[in-house]
């Protein structure tokens, strides 16, 4: 309540606020919260819906989350001890071998010379993998 007048000889309009608009920021809540649960509205200021009490933090913290936890690359470098290149070049050594396996399943050999081919488009995806998983260990973490 020390911020709702900070300061006593400026004339307050009726049309402006009397608390600072960045406390007000940073202890807003959304226009309408809705229980996940039962479906109806919290009261303000309240932790636990009054209906059937889910608490309202679960559905705070579910709404805050964008990303899928499977996507979480940071836990990901920390669990494996891998750098950021590092990561980079696992995921894209990775992505060669899924590359080479649909080569290799996409096309059809009819003659000789088609074999020939699709085996090299799979040498190539192959030689590229082992190259970023080399890049992967040289870039790892001591």
């Known amino acids: 309540m020390a911020n709702a007048a900070p300061n006593f000889e400026e004339r ?35 932790r636990f819906c009054y209906m059937c009490g889910t608490a309202r933090q679960s559905i705070a913290a579910a709404a805050t989350r964008k990303l899928p936890a499977w996507f979480d690359l940071a836990a990901l470098q920390d669990l494996l001890g891998q750098t950021t290149p590092s990561l980079v070049a696992l995921i894209l050594g990775f992505a060669c071998v899924v590359a080479a396996i649909i080569t290799g399943i996409r096309f059809t050999a009819n003659t000789l010379l088609d074999w020939q081919a699709i085996q090299l488009w799979r040498i190539e995806w192959l030689l590229a993998a082992i190259a970023l998983f080399v890049a992967g260990i040289l870039l790892k973490k001591k």
């Open 12 to 46: 307050q309009e009726f049309w402006k606020p009397a608390v600072d608009s960045h406390l007000e920021d940073q202890q807003a809540e959304p226009l309408r919260a809705v229980c996940s649960n039962c479906g109806t509205d919290f009261l303000i200021g309240s």
